[in-house]
């Protein structure tokens, strides 16, 4: 159970409680709502409607229950599994795959897909993310390493921290950077408009990616990125606010002509490379996945002008 407190501002005075409720918490205006109606939040002391009006120095009291988490069912879901042995396992990611279980996607996801292929997996991660120790956006391709014992997963985990865990990928971005190589280092964290999207801001966690420009095609520009830090959407949250939105990336970006023309459906974003030690033998592993069809596609439309 969560405690929560709140007090309202000069500013906020004047906003349903629901909204408020779910601004305040990141959570969606239905989840604020039903917890309203289930008598956990409380204004100065009392029980209180949702379309209740907030006036300024009023206390929100939020006691919100703890989600019980499901196990995922195992799945026979096709996955290109790049290498295995027993600490880990190694998968090129398809597009389209979600990585964990989550509102709006309880099952058909990447961990119900190890469930079924793996004997084993970490369970340092939950009940919902066993073995994963980072993520890739749903409509993001690539590379991801899986833990399948607690041992490895702690390892690896020490390496994402430590950034002993090298992760690149391959973007195409609208226009060019001014410079051939670039490091973007800004915060990233909850958009406070939209606690749906992130954005850099400076209420963000620490959040550092370099990028390097491959090729030039006038209009846009393939980058190689390196993933310094790990935050959600870094990447892409990063080249808009230079700039230069990854082509495709209709959330964070511009999707028009350029992507009709390359037949994108998606983000070109791609987790083409992955350097990191052998977390118990310590051999120094290095993993590439080529680019997938359809990203493949779009860059020979854009070579062959």
Known sequence: MRHLRFSVSGQEKGERLDQYVSRSMGITRARAQRL???GTVKVDGALAHKNHRLREGERIEVEEPEAEEAKPSPQDIPLNIVYQDGDIAVIDKPAGLVVHPAPGHRDGTLVNALLYALDDLSGVG???RPGIVHRLDRDTSGLIVVAKNDRAHLRLQEMVHDRDLKRHYIALVHGVPATRLGTIDAPVGRDARDRKRMAVTAGGRPA????RVEREFGDCALLEVELVSGRTHQIRVHLSH???PVVGDSEYGKVGGLEKDLGLKRQF???YRL???????GEGLVFEAPLPHDLAAALRKLEDG
């Open 208 to 211: 550092m990616t370099h990028f």
């Open 269 to 271: 974003l791609h987790a």
């Open 126 to 128: 939950g009940v919902i």
């Open 36 to 38: 309203i109606s289930g």
């Open 275 to 281: 350097t990191f030690p052998h977390p118990v033998s």
């Open 242 to 244: 230079i700039g230069h």
